[in-house]
T-cell receptor
Framework: AQKITQTQPGMFVQEKEAVTLDCTYDTSDPSYGLFWYKQPSSGEMIFLIYQGSYDQQNATEGRYSLNFQKARKSANLVISASQLGDSAMYFCAMRERASGSARQLTFGSGTQLTVLP | EAGVAQSPRYKIIEKRQSVAFWCNPISGHATLYWYQQILGQGPKLLIQFQNNGVVDDSQLPKDRFSAERLKGVDSTLKIQPAKLEDSAVYLC??????????????FGQGTRLTVV
């Protein structure tokens, strides 16, 4: 079974509008973390936002917020006031205890976001 | 603070040749990861080190891939012999701790490998 599922291969949004990128996850670890990374065409992976499984409030970082619905196992990324520079690939990732004491960081397949002028 | 350093940035080799990638993590980061990212896909974990010990290499094709992290700092990933399907970007990442806390991983710029 997929650990991280991103069902939107591509998304388009008009500049200055908000956009939601979907992410669902599957884990039996009660203590896990959810991350979103941005990967521009240049290739580097840029950390955007983090949500811990025990966090009561949704994480926010500037224009990024994470809509965390634990019961539904979803961790959607919301980007407000989109900018042209937001055009990139976005990956949802989960850190969980995989074996012994090691924690793995597993990525979804990504969503390509294009911001239109 | 210096980021994760990787070299080379690009490499083109013929199939059946060997290649090595180098990674220098952020100072003080105990956990080091090597990921393989095939074009259009998400990164796939190949191997995870905690200090100089391997904690997960379940997805590493051990018949051709090897990795080491001497002295718990720098790491090298080797492919011998390379196959066409090894063409990908190889990403190195590091994080402060891999066991006790959930913390973000910081990535290098990657090495783009093309096998022809």
């Amino acid at each position: 079974a997929q650990k991280i599922t991103q069902t939107q291969p591509g998304m388009f949004v008009q500049e200055k509008e908000a956009v939601t990128l979907d992410c669902t996850y599957d884990t039996s670890d009660p203590s896990y973390g959810l991350f979103w990374y941005k990967q521009p065409s240049s290739g580097e992976m840029i950390f955007l936002i983090y949500q811990g499984s025990y966090d009561q409030q949704n994480a926010t970082e500037g224009r990024y917020s994470l809509n965390f619905q634990k019961a539904r196992k979803s961790a959607n990324l919301v980007i407000s006031a989109s900018q042209l520079g937001d055009s990139a690939m976005y990956f949802c990732a989960m850190r969980e205890r995989a074996s012994g004491s090691a924690r793995q960081l597993t990525f979804g397949s990504g969503t390509q976001l294009t911001v239109l002028p | 603070e210096a980021g994760v350093a990787q070299s080379p940035r690009y490499k083109i080799i013929e199939k059946r040749q060997s290649v090595a990638f180098w990674c220098n993590p952020i100072s003080g980061h105990a956990t080091l990861y090597w990921y393989q990212q095939i074009l259009g896909q998400g990164p796939k974990l190949l191997i995870q080190f905690q200090n100089n010990g391997v904690v997960d290499d379940s997805q590493l094709p051990k018949d051709r891939f090897s990795a080491e992290r001497l002295k718990g700092v720098d790491s090298t990933l080797k492919i011998q012999p390379a196959k066409l399907e090894d063409s990908a970007v190889y990403l190195c990442a590091s994080s402060k701790r891999g066991t006790a806390e959930v913390t973000e991983a910081f990535f290098g710029q990657g090495t783009r490998l093309t096998v022809v």
